[in-house]
Nanobody
Framework: VQLQASGGGLVRPGGSLRLSCAVS????????LGWYRQAPGQQRELVATVTLGEVKNYADSVKGRFTVSKNGRANTVVLQMNMLKSEDTAAYYCYAQKNSAVYWGQGTQVTVSS
């Protein structure tokens, strides 16, 4: 399984970014897909996930600002990030879980700064 993340960059506070993760096989093969992030000196933390049954889970810090979705046709997982804050600055990692197996993509850097 390969996960290829893209879409990171530099954005000003209040701005938006859209992260996309290309999955090397059907998204329907996975129990959970989503995104984690890791800021310098911090532990990796959950941002948002979506289950096979389309149940979504968000970190409290991003609720109302971020939206996670998956596209079964394109085999992608997307994280739409709005109203970005400086504390959202981190490397963002695509995540996939198939039964007990966990897969990670490479990180894509998101920097929120004026």
């Amino acid at each position: 399984v390969q996960l290829q993340a893209s879409g990171g960059g530099l954005v000003r506070p209040g701005g938006s970014l859209r992260l996309s993760c290309a999955v090397s096989e059907s998204t329907f093969n996975f129990n959970i897909l989503g995104w984690y992030r890791q800021a310098p000196g911090q532990q990796r933390e959950l941002v948002a996930t979506v289950t096979l049954g389309e149940v979504k889970n968000y970190a409290d810090s991003v609720k109302g600002r971020f939206t996670v979705s998956k596209n079964g046709r394109a085999n992608t997982v997307v994280l739409q990030m709005n109203m970005l804050k400086s504390e959202d600055t981190a490397a963002y990692y695509c995540y996939a879980q198939k039964n007990s197996a966990v897969y990670w993509g490479q990180g894509t850097q998101v920097t929120v700064s004026s």
